[in-house]
């Protein structure tokens, strides 16, 4: 039995997660995952967008401005990646130019801060890698970057030190409302509380609608993205967005908070939530509509391609409160782009609300997010030197790439909301986000997991559920032989 149960490990659970962590109240987070962040919220551009492109008077609108103007303290406050990079929306000819004009005028509406209109020969200045014959652009320098998944392990791990309990690989089939609480029925078994609250991103709008009368539907809708490693001198210092379509906003070529260079993504809307895959043809097209952008883009640095899956409501707007009717439930449903520029807001918002109605009252003491040490790669020789004679672990490169270490790692195991999984280290520590994409650290990161974890090495995975990396030790393969011999 919990006070409260949060459906959903994505930024906008772990967020709310730890906004009522603030309050007098078991929380409990149930994610259907192997991890937080295993579903959109690892699988996206990671831009902080400016609040332009949303539709006045929407909630889109109301809480991705909000968001993005708390974006830089909300990093700050858990230790998370946050770069005020900016961002473009070109135009290639004068229709296009109506388009940005109009823009400007939804962002101003909005509440956009410092945004205009910028000329060819600005743009060349800014960016020389754009196009040359851009016509004009609008210019939004309030937009932003972090990395989303290093975000929700961040906001995870705060929540996780004020109480709340997170529980993976749990999938919930069934949500009743029972003597005034709710029965949760998972793969797991079924829990109780008082206090619902749906974040579960693809599935919100199922499980809306097994609590309202009023039914509410979701298009999964894939975006599929390359990604190219990172220079010593970035590309492109803004992301660059073409004029947006009905489906989004369009392909883009964005740096990433690590340097990288991201381009993509497609929109295709599926049958499958869980179809990851990637397409060639559709990469493809997300080619070519990105050498409008970038005419010497070359594809001879890709270290990988992958693919995310948007909770696209019917609605075209997100869906964030109370579910009428239905007393202690509340919801986020329909939580697509720019959702991540809009989780400080919503989980604020919704928090809030939660507290006035049920009464919670707030902790006495809340503690502060735990602190990481610098990472490895960012730090000065001397800087280097100090803690490697504090902790001699530093000085094992693990991951030769990203320049992560074996100290590192396994405190990235050890974190309030650790990794149990080769891609649970990859998304805290970075370790196998390089070059070689994994080639040469995963061993070692499987051998780190099961010592601190007292696996079998047989049992370590990569995502969780039967994605197990070894079969058999080299001395069991060797004991089966000889008894096979024996017979």
């Not at 205009?116 to 851009?134: A, S, W, Y």
């Not at 993205?225 to 803004?238: G, T």
């Not at 239905?326 to 919503?346: F, K, Q």
């Not at 909301?417 to 040469?440: E, H, L, S, Y």
Request: glycine share 10%; charged share 25%.
């Amino acid at each position: 039995m919990k006070k409260v149960i949060v459906i959903g490990g994505g930024v906008v659970g772990c967020a709310l997660a730890r906004q009522l962590s603030r309050y007098e109240a078991d929380i409990l987070v149930l994610e259907g995952g192997e991890d937080v962040a295993s579903g959109a919220s690892k699988a996206n551009s990671g831009i902080v967008h400016a609040g332009f492109d949303a539709k006045p008077g929407t909630m889109k609108a109301l809480t991705n401005v909000e968001g993005a103007k708390m974006y830089e303290a909300f990093c700050r406050e858990v230790d998370a990646p946050y770069v005020r990079s900016g961002a473009m929306v070109l135009a290639f000819d004068e229709k296009q130019r109506a388009v940005l004009e109009k823009l400007l005028r939804q962002g101003e509406e909005n509440g956009v801060e410092e945004q205009r209109i910028i000329e060819r020969e600005e743009i060349l200045r800014l960016e020389p890698n754009v196009n040359p014959d851009v016509v004009c652009a609008l210019l939004e320098p309030t937009s932003g970057l972090t990395s989303p998944y290093e975000l929700t392990c961040a906001l995870a791990d705060h929540a996780a030190v004020n109480g709340a309990q997170f529980q993976m690989e749990t999938m919930v089939e069934k949500v009743v409302p029972e003597n005034g609480g709710f029965r949760v029925v998972t793969n797991k078994g079924d829990y109780l509380c008082d206090i619902l609250v749906n974040c579960a991103g693809v599935n919100s709008a199922a499980l809306h609608n097994q609590l309202s009368e009023s039914k509410m539907t979701i298009i999964p809708r894939k975006g599929e993205y390359y990604l190219l490693d990172h220079q010593a001198e970035p590309f492109f210092q803004r992301t660059m967005f073409q004029c947006p379509s009905k489906m989004g906003k369009g392909v883009l070529v964005s740096p990433t908070a690590h340097g990288n260079t991201l381009l993509g993504p497609s929109a295709e809307d599926v049958d499958d939530s869980m179809d990851l895959g990637t397409n060639a043809d559709i990469l493809a097209k997300v080619r070519d509509a990105a050498r409008l952008t970038w005419p010497g883009m070359t594809l001879r640095t890709v270290i990988t391609t992958f693919a995310g899956i948007r909770a696209h409501g019917t609605n075209d707007d997100f869906v964030i409160g109370a579910v009428e009717g239905v007393p202690g439930a509340y919801e986020t449903v329909g939580i697509e782009s720019p959702g991540l520029s809009a989780a400080p807001s919503i989980a604020k918002r919704l928090g809030e609300q939660i507290v006035r109605e049920q009464g919670l009252n707030e902790k006495s003491e809340w503690k502060p997010a735990p602190r990481r040490e610098k990472p490895f790669y960012a730090m000065t020789l001397e800087e280097r030197a100090d803690v490697v004679r504090k902790n001699p672990e530093y000085g094992a490169l693990v991951c030769r790439c990203e320049q992560v270490t074996e100290a590192e790692i396994r405190a990235a195991i050890r974190r309030p909301v650790g990794a149990r999984t080769i891609d649970g280290v990859k998304c805290r520590t970075r370790a196998g986000m390089g070059r070689c994409q994994g080639g040469f650290c995963s061993p070692r990161v499987l051998e780190i997991l099961a010592e601190e974890l007292h696996l079998d090495p047989t049992e370590v995975t990569k995502c969780g559920g039967e994605s197990h990396v070894l079969v058999s030790t080299i001395a069991q393969a060797l004991q089966k032989g000889g008894n096979h011999n024996a017979q």
